[in-house]
């Protein structure tokens, strides 16, 4: 029975820091800081403020930044640039994600999306500008992200060891009511650290890679010229001549009823000479 109330006011106490930790900045309606044991006290005190190591100053937290760029210029051959990109990519240890191709009257543009290491990133745009020579337009935005990436974090490191502690609790939980109602809570805390699990990784693998657009396009080249102009003269002629094939087999019903005037005519006017 001891065992049972204990177990019990210890569920509280848990449920009440939770409730407490989700609240923004306040404490649960009737629940006062001194009625749990300092041990409960210290964890809701790090969900508000992220922890630092002796001696560290709030200044020396490493910034966390989101680095997205865009680069544009002319090209002589669109396919050997393909190629470059594809061999510079894979040399620093990046991936193209996107990519996208546009061709138009006396020119081809094509699009690709690249994710290349952050610290790498620099060292690969002047890569590609050096290749290209004259770069038409470049620029690259940072979004700082330390803040939601501490405070993510930081909740994280909480929601573990609040599990830790009911999975430690349900262990010693003798009553089929006590299980049921620990059980409740540790789904609740498990599902909340697969959704801030998700956000980490998510910020991760943005702070570790740097995304970067790259557009580039061929203007009046070889292909573009006169013999290019003359196949296209073909093709264009070609597909108005099935166009128009395909208009005349659509008209047959007409053509049939033609023929039919034409012969019951030709009939009568045989029987009227004889």
């Not at 629940?31 to 560290?56: I, L, N, V, Y």
């Not at 546009?102 to 002047?126: C, H, L, T, W």
Request: with cysteine; charged share 25%; aromatic share 10%.
């Amino acid at each position: 029975m001891n065992n049972t109330i204990k177990l019990t006011g210890l569920a509280l106490v848990l449920l009440f820091t939770q409730c407490g930790n989700n609240n923004s900045g306040g404490e649960p309606m009737g629940f006062s800081s001194e009625m749990a044991p300092a041990a409960d006290r210290k964890m809701a005190a790090t969900e508000e403020a992220p922890q630092m190591h002796s001696g560290d100053a709030p200044n020396t937290i490493e910034r966390k930044l989101i680095r997205e760029g865009n680069m544009r210029f002319k090209t002589e051959n669109v396919g050997k640039t393909r190629t470059f990109l594809d061999s510079a990519v894979t040399a620093y240890g990046g991936y193209v994600f996107n990519e996208n191709m546009y061709k138009n009257e006396g020119m081809i543009e094509q699009s690709v999306a690249v994710r290349i290491p952050d610290e790498k990133f620099e060292v690969f745009m002047a890569a590609i500008s050096s290749y290209a020579g004259k770069v038409d337009s470049k620029n690259v935005n940072a979004i700082d992200v330390t803040e939601e990436y501490v405070d993510v974090e930081t909740r994280l490191k909480t929601k573990k060891e609040l599990e830790t502690r009911y999975i430690d609790l349900l262990k010693q939980a003798k009553t089929v009511t006590d299980m049921v109602a620990i059980e409740a809570q540790l789904g609740q805390v498990r599902t909340d650290i697969e959704s801030m699990q998700g956000r980490m990784n998510y910020l991760q693998n943005r702070v570790k890679f740097a995304t970067l657009w790259i557009n580039f396009y061929q203007t009046d080249s070889e292909g573009f010229g006169f013999f290019y102009k003359v196949g296209s003269g073909f093709g264009v002629g070609w597909a108005k001549f099935l166009g128009f094939m395909v208009w005349t087999v659509e008209l047959w019903p007409f053509v049939l009823i033609i023929l039919i005037i034409v012969i019951i005519v030709r009939i009568r006017r045989k029987r009227r000479n004889i």
